[in-house]
């Protein structure tokens, strides 16, 4: 079984079965590259890249996994091996967010694992700052794998005169201490990002493009101004922009006109709000809490009726088996296996 907190890679989605597109705006590995309507010469960089791509992994990178895993492991079956070996992948993307495209049976989507039921509490200073923000505010952070004070001055710089001249205040996740911070800005190191969401003053987040800031997002209903930094947050970012609750810029050359029309438009533009409202999160949030038991019975069908069983403790090593039996999966799998008991016969009834 794999559980992925991203959509699943083209390299995995290969070895298991799954049909990959080089151009396809699903393929994440090829950043901004992908899209609708590419022309022929475009589409033919992508397939020569991808393919290159590929090769390299089976040729070299999965040679060096294997002997960095047998060091630690002992001797292990070809890696390769093991990954066709998947019974059932978890990949957590909203169905709505996500390009249409073909997929694996034993492909279940999920969304929403992460949203927490009950809030942090905000720190008072914070608290006191938003609440005191009469036009509304701004939060703005580039998550957990890039650093907002890492950007370069000129950057920084960009965005600190641009913040000064708004009437809105900005909660800035920044690591360090801010040269010039303007009087409108609250810094902090860590800020309790769906708390800050949540609150029903906020108007505009700027981000990364995040997975999980990506739902979180849609989730509480705050459209997003994008500066992808790496991984999958062009695609994530672009897929905002696709279903027009967001913008993307390109952190590396933003101007301080750029920024500002563009935070301007987004956060006095009704028709943002009101469509992330009405066309994405009614219809996210029907399915979000629902989606993994939805899928229970294929879980079931996959997991315990076909080649493999991963309700047979003596099947799985010591090595690898969960230390943490409280766990969301474990919760979910302990489901399935009482849902398998109970109807065991009706699946094997379906299946034949």
Known sequence: MKISSTELTAVNEYIVGGLVLPSHESTWEMENHTGSNLPFLKRLWNFVTFWRFLHSFYTDMFAANQQLAEKYLG?????IDIVKNTSMIFVNQAAITTP???QLRNVISFTSFHIHDKLLPLPKDLQEFVDGAENGFIYFSLGSNAMSSALPMETQLVFCDVFATLPYRVVWKYEKDLPGKPDNVYTAEWLPQQSILARPNVKLFIYQGGRQSSDEAIHYGVPVLGFAILGDQDYQVGRMEVLGVGKRIDIRTVTKEELKSSIIELITNKDERSRLVDRICDPYERSAPSSLR????????????????????????????CAQPNCKVNRLLAQANLFATKTEDELIERRV
């Open 75 to 79: 001797p292990l079956p070809p890696l």
């Open 100 to 102: 249409a495209r073909p």
């Open 294 to 321: 939805y899928n229970i019975p294929t879980l079931v069908s996959t997991l315990r009726l076909g080649r493999h069983s991963v309700f047979d403790d003596r099947s799985i090593p010591d090595r690898f088996k």
